[in-house]
């Protein structure tokens, strides 16, 4: 039976295990270690690796909040200016969550689908939700649906920070991205 106390000092251990190893040196046994407790107690509070790396996200990496933030209030300012703060906040959240899925990600080799899997696409589901009721308002046109908009915009922030992490530099930039992509699915006039 998982312990709040605890699961919130796995947690902990398993972020300053990322932020100060990087995401390589993120192992069930390292997490465990760094918490001062046994590999069994990490497995009893987030049931696999993959429950462990999203609750790290969720619960504990700033840029996931930034992002949910972000995506659910654009009417504080111009729809233009939160495009561009969408993606940046996007390009954030990918820049730290590609490291530590990547993992499982092996050579050639496919993974399991994991009932935890869920998770990971809710901010992608959010955005969905939001350019829907955006759509409804008027404020915004989306020739393929909110679903596809919401599969490019994050497809291009994925993309973006893919191409930061393995090349330390992008000619993508959120702001320039921004105002294309608003200017792409804002209503004329």
Known sequence: MARPRLRTQILSAAKSLVQSQGSFAFTMRAVADAAGVTEASVFNNFGDKAGLVQALIRESMPQYQTLIQVIEEPEVQSLEVWFKELLAAAIAYFEMVLPLSSQNMGAGTK????????????????????????????????????????????????????????????DAQPDLIGSKIAAFFLRPG
């Open 111 to 170: 993974t399991q689908a994991s009932p935890r899997a869920e998770g990971f696409y809710s901010p992608r589901r959010r955005l969905e939700q939001q350019l829907e009721s955006l759509e409804q308002r008027g404020s915004v046109l989306l020739p393929g649906g909110a679903d596809a908009a919401a599969l490019m915009i994050m497809g291009a922030a994925m993309h973006s920070a893919t191409t930061r992490l393995s090349l330390g530099q992008s």
